[in-house]
């Protein structure tokens, strides 16, 4: 969701975990970051106002999370990692989301709420890139 894309906390947590992908990351992750550092540039970019009515905003979240989605597949098509596999799968439920506000738009509010798959995107991201591993915070 634009909107969940463009809140400065969101950008700060995956500019940080893109910054430390690139620095301790392999070649997976220094892709996977650089396809998140796209995709932030790519909102900014943007002409559609993250409050646009109707289908203009949920026609452009669509194509937004769409390319997102076909990055994040081709990048986990031929990996050895797992966490790929974990954010394209998060970012079909975003185009899952989109489709259904543009189909049902009285749902709304709904369909905002369930853009909070952003924040499993975000952890997804950060466990597979090993900035915490998930067994130090199981352990705990």
Do not use: N
Request: proline residues 6%; charged residues 15%; aromatic residues 10%.
């Amino acid at each position: 969701m634009l909107e969940a894309w463009r809140s400065p906390p969101l950008a700060g947590v995956v500019l940080a975990a893109c910054l430390v992908a690139f620095v301790r990351g392999g070649p997976v992750e220094r892709r996977g970051a650089a396809v998140y550092v796209l995709a932030l540039l790519a909102v900014t970019a943007m002409r559609v106002p993250a409050h646009a009515p109707g289908a203009r905003l949920a026609f452009a979240q669509l194509g937004f999370d769409g390319a997102l989605f076909a990055a994040l597949f081709v990048l986990s098509w031929k990996s050895s990692r797992s966490w790929p596999i974990w954010t394209a799968m998060l970012q079909a439920v975003a185009i899952g989301v989109d489709l259904a506000a543009i189909t049902r738009p009285e749902l709304s509010a709904h369909v905002r709420a369930s853009a909070l798959w952003v924040v499993g995107l975000a952890q997804a991201s950060i466990f597979g890139w090993g900035i915490i591993p998930p067994v130090r915070v199981l352990k705990k």
